[in-house]
């Protein structure tokens, strides 16, 4: 029995010695959203999933948290919308130079009385007469802002109360307009196109940015729920050893090793793990709603999540060479930066917009036509007018000047741009401040957690050795009970205490590398990695 259960107690803790091993099997989550975010939403999001379906085809593991979080996760969801809605914009800002195309027909008859006078002259006290017209227009806006402008028209006269033949007119004209001042210019013609690119690139990198700040909250939140997990095994383990322990007690009681009297002081520690689990259970449930909030999991199905299946071991360090890269990288890549950078080059647009609006409006018009009469009856004779008849030539030449007397509204709309353009830029210096801080931050909580990860391992080895000289001597009748409950007391917070700091350095790596925009991307190599097995204490268990 005693050999039983030594070789039991040494298997409860061989496991925590894994996580300074190379781990085998890595699951990694690759994606590069900074360059192709389409990509990431082609994989996982426009075939979501339910959560039974998800769970029911793989362990509930971080990347199976990952998968089904940014598949229904109601703030990508929203981003998602409001990029199409941009690119919906741009296209619509696209359209401003397409060429427009117009037509109409009409047709009128007239009957009127005639005054005394005319009806004398004419012979006739009234008149009735039928008007037909086609029209067809065609006009295009290119960048300097020249409109070009062609329309031709037919129209046909005819008088039903005489023998005169119909008259019959087709006119050609083709028009410009070019604007000398204000909208000059293809800076100011393309401004909209502009805007609108920029919008909807500004939009892409923010959901890139969402994206990776949700991901980031489920990594946070799944190793919050973990660390839940592991600490009710904690628990447990514990109550499993001291019940072990009570067992040996009876047995070395019945030979006379020890008081029987003591067995409460074990059952009185029994009674308080059993406090401390039930403790552990309501926060491991928090954790798990957490979990389920940020992976946009439905209220009914949050205690439908199992527990997490992970492992924790020590990662590569990271250097002071590989921070400035991850620095430099950050800065060039993050979405946030990126949008509030696009966001400046949409104002700079603006300002210009609004520069352009204090010149006068000043255009040149131009014109020339040609339009030819024909007489003759029917549709034929009207459409012979275009090739034969009597034809004139026109032309026209005018220009056209506005403007309002102050320009008040284009004064102020200039200086509320140019206050905005002083914002924006403020926004865009103090994110790369934010960024920078945020970084070095988190680089210095992450070396601050790796040094007491490795403080909180040789205290745990030590309590463990310390332990077990204990148990073989309480075997024996040379150490109290009370010193052995002790020491399991320690050993119990070191172990809780060694799988916390692991769980808190991988929250602080994982924040890290989402400040540093590389925490799914695959341009690094050191891309966030978990080897999906149990620690410590589950081993006892099983």
């Known amino acids: 029995m005693r050999m039983v259960l030594l070789i039991s107690i040494v298997l409860a803790f061989l496991p925590c010695f894994a996580w300074a091993q190379e781990p085998e099997n890595k699951e990694t989550l690759q994606y590069d959203l900074t360059t192709a975010p389409q990509a990431l939403y082609d994989d996982l999001v426009n075939k979501p999933q339910a959560l039974q379906e998800v769970i029911g085809r793989e362990s509930f593991t971080l990347l199976t948290a990952l998968r089904y979080g940014l598949q229904h996760n109601t703030d990508i969801l929203q981003s998602r919308l409001g990029l199409e809605i941009t690119e919906s914009g741009e296209q619509s800002a696209e359209g401003e130079f397409n060429p427009t195309i117009s037509a109409s027909v009409d047709t009128s008859r007239n009957r009127s009385p005639f005054q005394t006078t005319a009806a004398e002259l004419t012979g006739r006290d009234s008149t009735d007469s039928i008007s037909d017209s086609a029209t067809l227009s065609l006009s295009k806006k290119f960048s300097p802002g020249t409109t070009l402008s062609a329309n031709a028209s037919v129209s046909r006269y005819s008088d039903l109360q005489t023998d005169d033949p119909d008259s019959n007119t087709s006119t050609l004209t083709l028009s410009l307009t070019q604007p000398l001042l204000r909208g000059y210019g293809m800076d100011i013609n393309d401004a909209g196109q502009k805007i609108a690119a920029l919008s909807s690139q500004a939009e892409r990198a923010r959901l890139s940015q969402n994206i990776a700040y949700t991901a980031n909250s489920i990594v946070q939140n799944f190793w919050y729920y973990a660390d839940a997990a592991e600490s009710l095994a904690i628990v447990q383990t514990s109550m499993a050893r001291l019940n072990g322990l009570m067992q040996e007690f009876d047995t070395l009681t019945a030979r006379g090793l020890y008081d029987a009297g003591d067995r409460g002081v074990i059952e009185a520690r029994l009674a308080e793990r059993q406090s401390t689990l039930l403790a552990s259970e309501d926060l491991l449930r928090s954790y798990r709603n957490s979990l389920g909030l940020s992976m946009g999991v439905g209220d009914a199905e949050r205690d439908q999540i199992p527990?997490?299946?992970?492992?924790?071991?020590?990662?590569?360090?990271?250097?002071?060479?590989?921070?400035?890269?991850?620095?430099?990288?950050?800065?060039?890549?993050?979405?946030?930066?990126?949008?509030?950078r696009l966001s400046s080059d949409q104002q700079e647009i603006r300002l210009q917009l609004s520069e352009n609006n204090l010149l006068p409006d000043l255009s040149v018009v131009g014109s020339v036509g040609k339009e030819r009469v024909n007489t003759g009856t029917g549709i034929s004779d009207t459409i012979r007018t275009i090739h034969d008849g009597n034809s004139a030539d026109s032309w026209s030449m005018g220009m056209s000047l506005s403007y309002p007397i102050g320009n008040d509204s284009a004064q102020a709309d200039l200086r509320a741009q140019r206050a905005t353009q002083l914002s924006q830029k403020l926004r865009v210096r103090d994110l790369e401040r934010s960024i920078t801080f945020s970084i070095a931050e988190a680089y210095e909580s992450l070396e601050s957690t790796r040094a007491q990860m490795t403080q909180s391992e040789t205290t745990f080895n030590n309590f463990l050795q310390v332990y077990k000289k204990q148990l073989a001597d309480f075997r024996l009748g040379k150490a109290s009970l009370f010193d052995l409950l002790q020491t399991e007391d320690a050993l119990t917070n070191a172990e809780s205490s060694l799988a916390s700091m692991m769980v808190s350095y991988y929250r602080q790596l994982a924040n890290f590398r989402y400040e540093t925009d590389t925490l799914l991307s695959t341009k690094q190599q050191d891309a966030l990695v978990f080897e999906e097995k149990r620690f410590l204490s589950a081993a006892f268990l099983e």
């Open 307 to 340: 527990l997490p299946e992970y492992t924790l071991y020590r990662a590569q360090e990271i250097g002071k060479q590989t921070y400035e890269r991850y620095l430099a990288h950050a800065k060039e890549t993050r979405g946030d930066l990126i949008g509030e």
